[in-house]
């Protein structure tokens, strides 16, 4: 049994969440363990299912976590709950009117999102006079071929929302940030349209599967 002092809840609520490890933390999602199998010897066992990963632990459906021994619906649903609330709030903290006047602040918003996704997304950010953001648009999800990229479907959105600029960020889950050759004729066509509809293309920044970036 061990001493209370040394219990993660204990810990947690005299150290702060900061002095707790990935697998104690997890164990207060658990709460109980197994019979001869400790709560934290179940967290390291959930971790280590996922490679000690916590991205792609964050991932995994209840029907997923269900499959590891000792989890069940109830453990499950709380570990997604908990991933879900996390994911929640990092959404509302990155549209919280961030300025983008960089392809380093585009890209900053943009990689843990990109991160693990399995295909192209493109996003069409609309920003104000001091490029604050106003509204993240996705335009396109799995589209590899950047040509088909239509302008209608990019300025449409920003003039709705009378924004005076805008930028495009996508993303190339190969990992290699380089512009292809529809990347770039893609820019240039989204320019000229700019320039017809009076809207500003400050940037195309592509973002590489491992976080690379290009603008």
Same mark, same amino acid.
Request: glycine share 16%; charged share 30%; hydrophobic share 40%.
């Given at each position: 049994e061990m001493p209370d002092r040394e219990r993660p809840r204990e810990r947690l609520e005299h150290q702060g969440a900061e002095a707790l490890t990935d697998v104690e933390l997890l164990a207060i999602l658990l709460r109980s363990g197994l019979r001869g199998c400790s709560v934290l010897d179940l967290s390291r066992e959930v971790l280590q299912a996922y490679?000690?990963?916590l991205d792609r632990?964050?991932?995994a459906s209840v029907n997923e976590l269900r499959g590891i021994r000792g989890i069940g619906t109830a453990k499950a649903v709380e570990i997604r709950a908990a991933f879900a609330l996390a994911e929640r709030l990092r959404q509302v903290t990155a549209l919280q009117r961030p300025v983008l006047d960089s392809p380093q602040s585009i890209a900053r918003m943009f990689?843990?999102?990109?991160r693990s996704l399995p295909?192209?997304?493109l996003h069409a950010l609309l920003l104000d006079t001091r490029n604050r953001l106003i509204r993240?648009?996705?335009?396109t999800v799995g589209l590899v071929d950047r040509?088909? &990229?239509?302008?209608? =479907?990019?300025?449409?959105?920003?003039?709705?929302e009378s924004c005076?600029? @805008?930028a495009i960020v996508h993303n190339h889950p190969s990992g290699d940030p380089t512009p292809s050759a529809a990347d770039i004729a893609c820019t240039k066509q989204?320019?000229?349209?700019?320039? &017809?509809?009076?809207? =500003?293309?400050?940037?195309?920044?592509?973002?590489?599967?491992?976080?690379? @970036?290009a603008g």
């Open positions: 490679g000690g990963d632990l964050s991932k990689r843990e999102r990109f295909q192209e997304e993240d648009e996705t335009i040509s088909q &990229v239509h302008p209608r =479907e990019v300025f449409r959105r920003a003039i709705r005076s600029r @805008l989204l320019i000229a349209a700019g320039k &017809v509809v009076g809207i =500003e293309l400050i940037d195309h920044v592509v973002v590489g599967g491992g976080g690379g @970036l």
